[in-house]
């Protein structure tokens, strides 16, 4: 049965405050999102369009309502079924059918598909393929514009089924709190995939919700242009006036199924579809027009004539277009750098650790770049739970070092958001086991940005935090995560050992136009005072250091281990064995050829990480060694790791836990010896 209540609200006429020239630009914004979503779906049952695509059949109103009100400068966010929102903005039909067949020459190269269409020049942030992701994306959007102080604001569409996301809470709070330049625009039409929203979503309505965080709202007519319109109107106004975020529930109902791959046992009564179908946006928007005598029928024909000779002409040359190669491909996964690095400076005599050595190159960078801004929890005045921004809050202002709510998910999108429209952004997770709150915006969002929208967009940010144990946190607060980001293809992840190193890899991090994964270790936090240059230096990723030269036996360590293979190193060379210590210093890029270097000299490898040892960067480094150096090796290489245990409690347990110099020496002894 069809929902009576909403069907009543449908029927209420709204405010109109549209020209007779902004109805027909409409009419013509709908005409083209319908005749686009028809063919667009024949396509795909013909299998020239692949995977799938969403069809906002039914929706049309709320993209030629309220996208018309975005300017230039303003942008939008939008998710799978973002068709008309994009063509409302302005993006290219031709370039949209062509990245739904996979060309070349679609918006995202043929790489990314309907989902993912963006057009950064238009303000168009992109479609998503992640429910909810739009909305933690747009305050990031939204962050970067109110700075630049332009009056630009931005609208985030998503679903009714988005609004049960954390991410709409923790960005409803996040906009609110800040008073962002964003609207929420939830189109509920009724369903999330086959789910009734009803059923799902407590509360009077998702508007409402608004009230909890003092967002005002309003639940209107989607099918009613004029309504939306108004709305928008009124959100936009108050977005431009510094008044904060406004949160819009429009309500609507899809014609199609929800995709166009859905072959899905039905779910909807034909009553309820019909229904809705007599309320559909064209055919009320034309009978007002004609009432109006704006519009003649003959008027009304010629226009569908006119969209349909011009979704033809695009089709046609969207299938004319060649497909992407994988060679252009595999150049849009990674970031580009520039290639001239400056040679890193001497040491010099003063002496910094480690902690104070990533505290100055934020200093640093922040002085010299404006752009540059810091999002994370308690990191303003008391710099941090570790102090590592303690004086930039003094220095730099609340602005850029931005205390954050504990809302781990909106403060990696509002990052990733922010970076996406020009800002350099450094996100801190407290601890780095926290992390696993943040994923959707490191590993979906920032880690393929670039390459899912064809290469155009530049999201530079760092996302850091320390990880490790050795102070008795327990195993929620000790884990060592580098392999979760090492295994997604466009992030690059960092992990320093040095106070030297920490200080020029993360200047290169923040640097970076890409998403930099930067890993920081609590037990170095605590290390000694070391030889750091005072000025602004580059660490080249993707170059190992060799810490100390030997000729027995390589030994590759990363971060709090590099110090302990030092130690066993040492030891050993008092038994008369020469070890070679290594720092691949960054994960990824891992530097191969200095560590099989050193194996064709040595013979012998020994892998150290801190991490459990199934699973770990051991056995990538032991199968390029194996893959590189395999006839040089006297002995099988051998790793030590954690045991496969979550981090003990127990001081005694916890040291034993970590891998320490007598297991390094141990292992190190039996490849020597063996050969
Ligand atoms: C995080 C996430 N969960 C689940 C999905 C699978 N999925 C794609 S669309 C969709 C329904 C979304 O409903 P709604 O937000 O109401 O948007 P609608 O499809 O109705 O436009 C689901 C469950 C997804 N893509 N992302
Ligand atoms: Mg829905």
């Given at each position: ?8 609200t ?21 005409l083209?999102i319908?005749q ?24 049309e ?7 018309p009100v975005?300017?230039d ?5 939008t998710?799978h ?35 993912h ?10 479609a ?15 962050l ?15 679903g009714?089924?988005?609004?049960n ?13 800040w ?10 039409n009724?369903?999330g ?17 608004g009230?909890?965080?003092?967002v005002p ?11 939306v319109?108004e709305?928008?109107?009124?959100a ?26 859905a ?8 009553d ?23 519009l003649?029928e003959a008027?009304y ?13 695009a089709?046609?040359?969207a ?10 491909a ?12 400056d ?8 002496e ?10 934020f200093?640093l ?8 801004i ?8 008391i710099?941090?739970?570790?102090g ?9 202002g609340?602005?850029?070092v931005?205390?954050?709510?504990i809302?781990e998910?909106?403060?990696?999108s ?12 450094i996100?801190?997770a407290?601890?780095?086991?926290f992390?696993?709150?943040m994923?959707?915006a ?7 940005a670039r390459?899912?929208?064809?290469g ?12 490790g ?10 884990q ?17 050992s ?12 923040i ?15 605590l ?9 602004r230096?580059?660490i080249?990723?993707?170059r ?10 390589t ?15 040492e ?19 891992l ?25 770990g ?13 395999f ?9 030590i790791?954690a045991?496969?245990?979550?981090v ?13 110099a ?5 292992a ?8």
């Amino acid at each position: 049965m069809a929902d009576v209540t909403i069907l009543e609200t449908l029927t209420r006429a709204a405010p109109n405050t549209l020209t007779p020239a902004d109805r027909r630009r409409a009419l013509v914004t709908m005409l083209r999102i319908r005749q686009f979503e028809t063919r667009a779906k024949e396509l795909f049952l013909q299998g020239v369009i692949k995977g799938t695509a969403h069809s906002s059949i039914g929706q049309e109103a709320i993209a030629a309502g309220a996208c018309p009100v975005l300017e230039d400068r303003d942008f939008l966010l939008t998710h799978h079924r973002g068709h008309g929102h994009t063509i409302a903005k302005g993006a290219d039909i031709r370039r949209m059918f062509a990245e739904l067949m996979g060309r070349a020459s679609g918006y995202c190269a043929g790489l990314g598909g309907s989902m993912h269409i963006a057009d950064f020049d238009r303000g168009i942030l992109g479609a998503n393929g992640i429910v909810g992701a739009g909305i933690g994306l747009g305050t990031g959007a939204a962050l970067a514009v109110q700075l630049t102080g332009s009056g630009a604001f931005g609208i985030s569409f998503f679903g009714d089924g988005a609004a049960n996301e954390g991410i709409f809470h923790e960005a409803m709070n996040l906009a609110a709190i800040w008073k962002l330049p964003l609207i929420f625009f939830c189109e509920n039409n009724q369903y999330g995939l086959t789910t009734r929203t009803e059923t799902v979503t407590a509360g009077p309505s998702i508007a409402a919700r608004g009230d909890a965080y003092g967002v005002p709202n309003t639940r209107i007519d989607g099918n009613d242009l004029g309504a939306v319109r108004e709305a928008v109107e009124h959100a936009a106004l108050r977005a431009r006036d510094g008044a904060g975020p406004t949160l819009i529930e429009a309500l609507t109902y899809r014609w199609d199924d929800h995709s166009m791959r859905a072959n899905l046992p039905s779910y909807r009564t034909e009553d309820e579809e019909e229904a809705w179908q007599t309320a559909e946006p064209i055919i009320r928007l034309k009978a007002e027009m004609i009432a109006r005598s704006e519009l003649a029928e003959a008027e009304y024909t010629d226009l569908v004539a006119a969209t349909e000779a011009e979704i033809e002409a695009a089709i046609g040359w969207a299938r004319d277009q060649p497909e992407p190669d994988m060679d252009t491909a595999m150049s849009l996964v990674a970031t580009p750098r520039p290639s001239l690095w400056d040679s890193p400076p001497e040491r010099g005599a003063r002496e910094i650790n480690y902690a104070e050595a990533i505290t100055e190159a934020f200093a640093l960078e922040m002085e010299h770049d404006q752009d540059v801004i810091i999002l994370g929890e308690d990191v303003g005045r008391i710099g941090g739970i570790f102090g590592l921004t303690r004086g930039l809050y003094s220095q730099f202002g609340a602005e850029r070092v931005r205390d954050m709510p504990i809302s781990e998910g909106a403060i990696a999108s509002c990052g990733v958001g922010a970076a996406m429209r020009g800002k350099r952004v450094i996100v801190e997770a407290q601890l780095w086991d926290f992390v696993t709150l943040m994923m959707d915006a490191i590993v979906n969002q920032a880690a393929k940005a670039r390459y899912m929208l064809g290469g155009k967009a530049r999201v530079p940010v760092v996302f850091r935090g320390p990880q490790g144990a050795g102070i008795r946190l327990a195993a929620q607060h000790t884990q060592s995560l580098e392999m979760f980001f090492a295994n997604i293809p466009g992030l690059e992840v960092y992990a320093p050992s040095s106070a030297y190193d920490a200080k020029g890899l993360m200047a290169s991090a923040i640097r970076h136009d890409g998403p930099v994964v930067f890993l920081e270790h609590k037990l170095l936090y605590l290390g000694k005072a070391q030889p750091v240059p005072e000025g602004r230096y580059l660490i080249e990723p993707g170059r190992a250091r060799v810490v100390r030269e030997g000729s027995d036996c390589t030994v590759i360590a990363t971060m709090a281990m590099v110090e302990r293979a030092v130690q066993a190193a040492e030891q050993l060379s008092r038994e008369g064995l020469s070890v070679e210590v290594i720092d691949p210093r960054t994960i990824k890029p891992l530097d191969v050829d200095t560590i099989c270097d050193s194996v064709r000299k040595t013979n012998r490898a020994v892998v150290v990480h801190e991490a459990p040892l199934f699973g770990g960067i051991g056995g990538e480094i032991a199968a390029a060694i194996s893959e590189n150096a395999f006839d040089w090796l006297d002995a099988p290489v051998l790793r030590i790791g954690a045991p496969e245990s979550p981090v003990p409690y127990n001081d005694r347990l916890e040291r034993q836990y970590m891998p320490d110099a007598a297991r390094i020496a141990a292992a190190v002894k039996s490849v020597t010896y063996r050969s």
